[in-house]
């Protein structure tokens, strides 16, 4: 029983106008960015257009239809994320050449495809559709599958190498978990599994990635002098300790105090569309139209402006987790919760590296940076959300996740 | 509305967005202004110093002695210094990105590299779509590295090794400077805020002494290449100056040199304002300031300020401030007059075994302007640097020293006209007094005699003799009488106090005025100065020595100048080195005219009557119309101490070692430098050599001394003479109603006794300035300029 498409309901709509709203945002710091309505505004409305058309699609089809095909589709997410790591241990393939010593992306004739984002989708429905019958799953030993399918994705993502899109899959699992209604137990021994596997995590990490993390308290001056003063105390954070703090204002600290200066210099209203230092200059703050978008953003409209955009990703999650109450399906609500969870929680990684708060990997904001295939993925993802919506309740199905005891909503 | 897990996820959420709010209020709002003045900061894209150029120095005539000559070199961004910056690389890429005019421009120098006249657009335009996607930090540090090869191909000298390690050089040193910095200010504060030196963000000196044609080629072949790099700042030709000195030995110690600043010149100079965001007026590291002379005199006038250039990232146009010269200081000085008289001190010390050094002053009594100063043996200031361990190592000359100003000996016979002018102010004698001298003041005392001539054994009789004859005959028992009469007339120590204010009234025990912070100021000795430094009373044989210039008397030879000009003249004034200054003029003294009349009759009985002192040595013997009135003075000394024999432990035997020291503590640091291992030593290690090499010391006895052989009498004395030139009149005696104009000293350290060494070298002088330069000496207008 479904409604037809174009009844989106309200928070399918909600969803859609904040998802709107945040595209068009980008467009303009985009053309900020690049000075002119020119060809990088140009490619990011066709970017715009193609992921309505994939939204469409995804809507089209539905998500119950996928959700049959969601082992095929991981299957085919994790062959593409095989084929980044064969690149990378024998040194290229064709269409596959590093960027930046990592390998991320296929470059196809006109755009590229990034495999990890193309993951990221597969995931939540492989993983929704892996849970959605459990009854078990307050069981510890049931676990062990839901984290299977996000361990193995997961350290292929990380030998590409991209530890921001790894770790982005952790807390998803997490508040699917939560939501499906495993015990907290569970929850508490996985989280002291994690906390034991650490050391040997840190250890295998790359001294770049170390420097970022390192990051969250090397921003502050008198840590950096600490460091300074007896790097060898502090080995484990930094390894290059020293030449770490001396050079962090031009190395590993030159991006964020350039994301603080922009946010900084908008105050409370911001210096308007397309003015300020550090829009003008790409010097002062690099990648600002992808990765620290929302530095500009803070730069031009000020706190006015960003608690604006916030506001629209608080329209998303409130909304989105408005349908998965609603919906009675449990592969749908787990895939609204899902979806739910992704977002948001890359939302808050991105203004959160922005802000100095959470280390600086390479996540974007989503809908806003500049990027086609996390713009697809993106609306893809809403897609689904929004689709979940339009099933009508389904009110002889026993209510999920509500354990242990049978609930029969229609009897209540 | 929400399930309770779902509620839970929400909550969570909205939690952080939350924090996120909190930390951007806090960044927006309430550290708006911070990081509003931080933008403004970090908008300018470099910024650049103009040095100024040191003002020159000038003789009298305006011949130019020390100025600045331009050189140029190619400097180099401290970021580009340091290897492997990549964050730094990867700014210039962004910056050339995002200048599209600039990356225009490379694409252009591109095409005509490859001989493409670029007149198709489409070729450029394809190219600069070609730049736009290989231009990241990658192909910066690849441009780099040809810019280092192209710059070490510049001359077969410097290899890209070399221009390595001195880029390496460049870094330590700047790493030295701020971690210098940083313990200055932590010392201050708990917790001192790491600075980001100036150094750090300018350019460098890489490449020096570029010439004017070497300037020019350098910059266009690398301009052609790499003008993005120019244009981004990280490479500049630098205009920088050196300081030339263009005379030759004769006024290295008047002009002066400069020297390299230290940390603590840098804190405590004065034109420091750290208050100012971009200090102009402050010296800065590798900045040169006077170390001596008129360089060190006149420092603030002459160094300028520097200026700066800002520019921007954004529309605004450069700023720049412009560097302002120093001013240019004109000394009255006549080099021509000065190098003359430095070639004959050269010639005369030659010839005399046991001179180490001398010095002449000439002086224009009208307006005490000095025009020469000489100091003998000089050195070369444009290598000063590199010849400074040798110069300071000569302990028989002193090449180093300004005699002139800085040496003080006994002035001897030269103040006696002094105590006579004294005695006569004071009312103690009068034309008519006569003293016996039949050798000593007191048959049955050894000392107090008159003077002993050469080849004698015994002193000198003068008989009853006059105030004008006592000087004529230089003797030491008239003005022993009249030691003897300050003491018992005016009060025994009261009366000694008389006597030294006398010697102050003309100028002795004070500078003269000149200016140069090497001028000592002698001693004339009071009573205060006796128990303040000797801690004695003064005793009734001390006006007795003090009236023949013995005792602890001492003056410089400017000092010795500036008094025969006042007893030419009758007045006395500060002397001065600068022209176009403030300066007051001569005053005159309570002395009757008489007094003067008598002492410079005196003088010119000493130099042109059978019976003077110094007729054999300084009488003037080409027919002139001036006449040399002068008068002799040896300061009696004790050898120089040239070499030490240090005797120190050598495992368990002793040994010893012969070394250049005139001082037991000079013997020992010089010993120690001596026996430093040859091969480099970590500075910590060196230390610790040092302090054994110290302890290992027995002891230190001299060896050598100047001059080598101790004469008979166990007297050496370094030879004085003061003279002024007196006008004839028409019947070829002195005119004393002319003004003489040119007072001449001469001081040969161990010339002897008397006259004998010094008289001729002061004869000599005053020929060739009458020869040579009449319009000193003649009467008409006092500074007449020789016409040229």
Redo the contacts between chains.
């Keep these: 029983m479904k409604r037809p498409i174009y009844d989106l309901t309200w928070p399918g709509a909600a969803i859609f106008a904040a998802s709107v709203c945040l595209c068009g945002v980008g467009l303009l710091c985009i053309i900020a960015v690049e000075g002119t309505a020119g060809a990088a505004a140009l490619k990011q409305v066709v970017f715009v257009i193609a992921s309505l058309a994939a939204g469409v699609a995804v809507l089209a089809v539905g998500y119950q239809r996928l959700g049959r095909f969601a082992y095929a589709l991981f299957g085919i997410g994790l062959f593409l994320l095989a084929i980044m790591v064969l690149a990378r241990v024998i040194g290229g393939l064709p269409m596959i050449s590093p960027i930046n010593g990592t390998y991320r992306w296929i470059s196809l004739p006109g755009f590229s495809i990034q495999p990890s984002e193309v993951m990221k989708v597969v995931f939540i429905i492989g993983l929704a559709w892996y849970l959605r019958h459990k009854e078990d799953v307050r069981r510890f030993k049931t676990l062990i599958g839901p984290f299977m399918l996000t361990i193995i994705p997961m350290m292929l993502v990380l030998l590409q190498p991209d530890l921001g899109t790894a770790l982005l899959l952790m807390p998803v699992l997490f508040v699917m978990l939560f939501a499906a209604g495993a015990r907290l137990r569970h929850f508490a021994m996985v989280a002291l599994l994690a906390v034991c596997c650490l050391p040997l995590f840190w250890s295998r990490m790359e001294d770049y990635q170390k420097e970022r993390i390192a990051g969250l308290v090397l921003q502050y001056e008198s840590v950096r002098q600490r460091v300074e003063n007896s790097p060898e105390n502090w080995k484990w954070l930094c390894p290059d300790g020293k030449s770490a703090a001396l050079r962090w204002e031009r190395g590993a600290g030159y991006q964020l105090i350039g994301s603080l200066g922009a946010l900084g210099n908008g105050g409370w209203a911001g210096q308007g569309w397309r003015n300020g230092a550090y829009v003008r200059h790409a010097a002062l703050l690099p990648a600002r139209e992808n990765d620290f978008i929302f530095a500009i953003i803070g730069e031009q409209w000020g706190f006015a402006g960003c608690l604006g955009l916030l506001a629209c990703y608080v329209v998303i999650v409130v909304a989105g987790l408005e349908i998965a109450t609603r919906t009675d399906d449990p592969f749908g609500r787990l895939l609204a919760v899902g979806v739910v969870a992704l977002l948001g929680t890359q939302t808050l990684i991105n203004v959160g590296m922005t802000l100095g708060l959470t280390p600086i990997t390479g996540m974007n904001l989503p809908f806003v940076s500049s990027g086609g295939s996390s713009l697809i993925a993106n609306f893809a993802l809403i897609a689904l959300l929004i689709n979940v919506s339009q099933d009508r309740p389904f009110l002889l199905a026993r209510k999920p996740f509500e354990n242990p005891e049978p609930n029969y909503a229609g009897l209540r | ?3 309770r ?2 509620k ?3 909550i969570v ?2 939690a ?2 939350v ?3 909190l ?3 806090q ?3 309430v ?2 202004d ?3 003045a ?3 900061r ?2 300018i894209k470099y910024e650049k110093t103009l040095e100024p150029m040191r003002g020159r120095i000038l003789d009298r005539n305006g011949r130019v002695l020390a100025s600045d000559e331009p050189k140029w070199a190619i400097a180099i961004h401290y ?1 580009m210094l340091e290897p492997d ?1 990549d ?2 690389y ?2 210039l890429a ?2 050339l ?2 200048d599209s005019k600039l990356l225009e421009r490379h694409a252009r120098n591109l095409l005509r590299l490859k001989g493409v006249t670029a007149t198709d657009q489409n070729l450029i335009d394809d190219l600069i779509v070609y730049l736009r996607q290989e231009v990241n930090a990658q192909w910066v540090a690849s441009e780099i590295e040809a810019f280092w090869q192209l710059l070490s191909t510049r001359s077969p000298d410097q290899s890209r090794e070399d221009l390595r390690t001195r880029a390496v050089d460049i870094t330590d040193m700047i790493g030295r400077w701020k971690a210098a910095l940083v313990t200055r200010e932590a010392l201050g504060e708990e ?1 001192a ?2 600075p ?1 030196i100036r150094e750090e963000t300018q350019c460098h000196p890489i490449i020096t002494e570029l010439d004017r044609q070497e300037r020019i080629d350098a910059q266009s072949r690398l301009r052609q290449r790499f003008a993005w790099l120019f244009d981004l700042g990280a490479v500049e030709v630098a205009d920088l100056s050196e300081r030339e000195y263009h005379q030759a030995e004769c006024l290295a110690h008047v002009v002066g040199h400069l020297r390299e600043v230290t940390s603590d010149d840098i804190a405590e100079s004065p034109y420091h304002k750290p208050d100012q965001p971009n200090d102009l007026g402050g010296y800065r590291n590798r900045d040169m300031k006077g170390e001596s002379g008129v360089e060190l005199m006149r420092e603030q006038p002459l160094r300028g300020r520097r200026g700066s250039l800002t520019v921007y ?2 529309e605004r146009p450069p700023l720049r401030i412009e560097p302002v010269n120093g001013k240019d200081i004109t000394l009255t000085i006549d080099y021509a007059m000065q190098s003359a008289i430095y070639e004959l001190l050269d010639r005369t010390v030659s010839k005399l075994s046991e001179v180490p050094g001398g010095s002449v002053v000439v002086l224009d009594i009208p307006t005490r302007e000095v025009l020469a100063l000489v100091s003998y043996p000089s050195y070369d200031p444009n290598t000063y640097r590199s010849d400074y361990p040798e110069l300071s190592r000569d302990l028989r000359t002193f090449p180093l020293h300004f005699r002139a100003v800085s040496r003080q000996h006994e002035p001897g016979s030269i103040v006696k006209p002094l105590t006579i002018v004294a005695a006569h102010s004071a009312g103690l004698i009068d034309e008519q007094t006569r003293f016996d001298c039949q050798g000593r003041l007191d048959p049955n005392m050894t000392k107090f005699r008159c003077w002993v001539p050469a080849n004698a054994s015994e002193s000198i009789h003068h008989g009853l003799i006059n105030s004008e004859q006592a000087i004529k005959g230089s003797c030491n028992v008239f003005c022993f009488h009249l030691g003897d009469l300050f003491w018992k007339q005016l009060g025994g120590a009261e009366g000694l106090q008389r006597m030294s204010k006398w010697m102050d009234r003309l100028g002795l025990g004070r500078t003269t005025g000149i200016g140069l912070r090497e001028e000592k100021y002698g001693i004339a000795p009071s009573p205060y100065y006796l128990w303040d430094q000797k801690r004695r009373p003064a005793q009734p044989s001390d006006p007795r020595n003090y009236a023949i210039g013995q005792g602890e008397m001492q003056v410089t030879p400017l000092q010795a100048a500036n008094l025969v000009a006042t007893y030419a003249s009758g007045l006395h004034g500060p002397v001065r080195l600068l022209k176009h200054e403030q300066n007051t003029p001569p005053k005159s003294l309570p002395v009757e005219d008489s007094v003067w009349r008598i002492i410079r009759r005196g003088m010119y009985q000493v130099v042109n009557v059978r019976g003077g002192t110094a007729t054999q040595y300084a009488k003037l013997e080409q027919p002139l119309p001036y006449v040399l009135c002068g008068k002799s003075g040896s300061a009696q000394t004790t050898r120089w101490i040239t070499d030490y024999l240090v005797t120190y432990r050598d495992g368990d035997g002793e040994r010893s070692e012969t070394v250049p020291a005139n001082t037991e503590s000079f013997a020992h640091d010089e010993f120690v430098r001596q026996m430093m291992p040859e091969e480099k030593v970590p500075r910590d290690q060196a230390a610790g050599i040092r302090k054994e090499l110290r302890k290992s010391i027995i002891q230190a006895e001299p060896v050598a001394y100047w001059p080598k052989e101790e004469s008979k009498d166990r007297q050496h004395s370094h030879a004085w003479f003061v003279a002024f030139l007196q006008p004839k009149g028409a019947d070829g005696q002195p005119d004393w109603n002319a003004q003489a104009r040119i007072a001449i000293a001469v001081l040969l350290e161990f010339g002897g006794s008397g006259g004998r060494s010094s008289g001729p070298v002061c004869r000599d002088v005053a020929e060739m300035i009458i020869n040579d330069f009449p319009h000193y000496v003649t009467a008409q207008h006092p500074l007449a300029r020789r016409d040229r």
């Design positions: 509305m929400f399930e897990r779902l839970v996820v929400l959420f909205l952080g967005w924090i996120v709010t930390r951007l209020f960044l927006q709002v550290q708006a911070f990081y509003r931080e933008a403004q970090r908008l970021r910056d964050s730094y990867g700014q962004d910056e990105l995002e917790e805020a790491r980001q990232r954004d």
